[in-house]
């Protein structure tokens, strides 16, 4: 007979050492936020107004369909024309997004909602203000099935700006039409409210931009159209609920229907005025002109300053 208790032999020991090994992976993918910063890059608070860009993109890097490093290549170098940038749906290969980007200071998401989740939210920023504090949520309603396998959430990372502080918030609302995600929209645009005014003091100056897979009505009539329709009325909900404006409506006119967006409101006791929005750009494409992702970038360049104690903000 062989010595040796039951708990002892391979056939036990080695598939516990497995589930210990995988349990272990799972928890530390379920870590929270990845930051990168680079100090001595970083520019030193100033004083007074100040004018800064921001880009939105959603970069299409999806777990096993789309080529990051193909893609990447070209994004990477064009994130230093803006001062802060935010992305989404990049669910692979963030550290080739980040290769030729710099930014002092690089943030990602890289939290797993639970450990069945495949990849994180696919958020990440940068930025070239010195970086305050970082904050997410990830989503209880993930939707329908195409979502299922990301921990779709917020990421907000806030900076600042010649002593202003700046909170940017980045999400990719869930995408699909069907039931569960018609039921995500509103319950992700409430968790967001509910994020800010937890996270943002009066004070701080907020942007939220991404990719909404939302819009804004169009007019009164446009409302009435969709007043049942969460693609529509749980955008103007989480707007109006957050006093946040609209860029594009600001510069063009409220118009545009575009689901990428930047929403802003300024801090207490300080201006902040969007002075020119674009979307698109011929730059985004490969050297065979084909575009670098599904989605344009939306970029927008702000003005912040102290408004007068006389004057609306």
């Known amino acids: 007979m062989a010595n040796g208790k039951w708990y002892t032999r391979w056939w036990f020991v080695a598939p516990v050492l497995v589930l210990v090994l995988l349990a272990g992976t799972a928890l530390l993918r379920m870590g929270g936020i990845e930051v990168v ?46 001062d802060i940038c935010a992305f ?18 690089k943030v990602y998401h890289s939290a797993l909602r639970n450990p069945f989740k495949i990849v994180g939210s696919g958020l990440g920023i940068l930025g070239k203000f010195p970086l305050v504090a970082t904050d997410e949520i990830r989503y209880a309603d993930a939707g329908e099935f195409q979502n299922w396998p990301a921990s779709k959430g917020v990421l907000m990372a806030r900076f600042n700006v010649n002593g202003m502080m700046l909170d940017v918030y980045t999400t990719h609302i869930a995408a699909g039409r069907k039931p569960a995600s018609r039921r995500a929209k509103p319950a992700q645009t409430a968790e967001i409210v509910e994020f800010v005014r937890r996270a ?39 707007r109006d609920a957050l006093g946040l404006r609209d860029a594009s409506d ?5 118009t545009g229907r575009e689901i990428d967006r930047i ?37 927008v360049k702000f003005r912040m300053e102290t408004a007068p104690a006389s004057a609306g903000v």
């Open 200 to 238: 943002s003091p009066p004070e701080n100056a907020v942007i939220l931009l991404g990719d909404f897979n939302m819009r804004p009505s169009r007019g009164p009539e446009d409302k009435e159209a969709n007043k049942d329709n969460p693609k529509v009325f749980a955008f103007d909900r989480m």
């Open 250 to 254: 600001e510069v063009n006119g409220p």
């Open 37 to 82: 910063e680079n100090g001595a890059a970083l520019r030193a608070p100033g004083e007074g107004p100040a004018e800064f860009t921001i880009l939105t993109y959603n970069v299409q890097a999806r777990p096993w369909f789309d080529d990051a490093r193909h893609k990447f290549k070209y994004i990477s170098p064009l994130t230093n024309r803006f």
């Open 263 to 299: 929403l802003f409101r300024p801090g207490k006791g300080h201006a902040m005025t969007p002075l020119t929005w674009q979307q698109d750009d011929p730059a985004f494409v490969d050297p065979e002109g084909k575009p670098l992702s599904d989605h344009a970038p939306v970029f």
């Open 88 to 105: 989404q749906e990049c669910f692979k290969q963030h550290s080739l997004l980040w290769a030729a980007a710099e930014h002092p200071v």
